[in-house]
């Protein structure tokens, strides 16, 4: 059972060029997010997808896009990288009942931008 | 949405219990208290959640007050794999059916020999 997958794990970029993180989960989940984490911060939400075929802005959206491909899949674009998205990013996953869930992460995506 | 206020660091002796406090003051009443940590670079792992009643699992133990201001997270017996960075989380309702769990910076919590 992988739970959630991130791809790529490591990848730096150059100011400018944009680029595609993947992320699927095979639990079923409906909920998925996309998180960063700057060195010494906690998790930011960048965007949450509560089901397939819906996402919604987070905590720090701007410079990145979305798209829930399916139920597995939940992607996160980069169309311009700037130096500010160096980051580690995390994607999750999630079902909710009636008001309790539980968050799956994966192992995170290091990316650098120069 | 129920904002949440931790020590940013406590240190604990291996053996010993650690006790993490955690406030939320302005909790309602069907708003859940969640728990996750985060070992080092990691993504971070579920630990507890709960409601107004105390929560025990293999990992640890969690003590809501009455008025459910304030809950304490324990870690009966510390090793020092528990070496980590702790979260209390109240999560916000978003649209349609789910939950966004907004973390904090958390405590971090060092356990030493």
């Known amino acids: 059972n992988a739970g959630v997958t991130q791809t790529p794990k490591f990848q730096v970029l150059k100011t400018g060029q944009s680029m595609t993180l993947q992320c699927a989960q095979d639990?079923?989940?409906?909920?998925m997010y996309w998180y960063r984490q700057d060195p010494g911060m906690g998790l930011r939400l960048i965007y949450y997808s509560a089901s397939e075929g819906t996402t919604d802005k987070g905590e720090v959206p701007n410079g990145y896009n979305v798209s829930r491909l399916n139920k597995r899949e939940f992607s996160l674009r980069l169309e311009s990288a700037a130096p500010s998205q160096t980051s580690v990013y995390f994607c999750a996953s999630s079902d909710w009942g009636e008001y309790t869930g539980e968050l799956f992460f994966g192992e995170g995506s290091r990316l650098t931008v120069l | 949405d129920a904002k949440t206020t931790q020590p940013p660091s406590m240190d604990c002796a291996e053996g010993r219990a650690a006790n993490l406090p955690c406030n939320h003051s302005t909790i309602s009443g069907n708003e859940y208290v969640y728990w996750y940590r985060q070992i080092h670079s990691q993504g971070p792992q579920y630990i507890i959640h709960?409601?107004?009643n105390n929560e025990t699992n293999e990992m640890a133990s969690l003590i809501i007050t009455e008025d459910r201001k304030s809950s304490t997270l324990i870690l009966p017996h510390a090793t020092l794999r528990d070496t980590a960075v702790y979260y209390c989380?109240?999560?916000?309702?978003?649209?349609?059916?789910?939950?966004?769990?907004?973390f904090g910076k958390g405590t971090s919590l060092l356990v030493t020999p």
């Open positions: 989380i109240v999560p916000s309702a978003f649209s349609g059916s789910g939950y966004a769990l907004n």
């Open positions: 709960g409601l107004k």
């Open positions: 639990m079923n989940h409906n909920s």
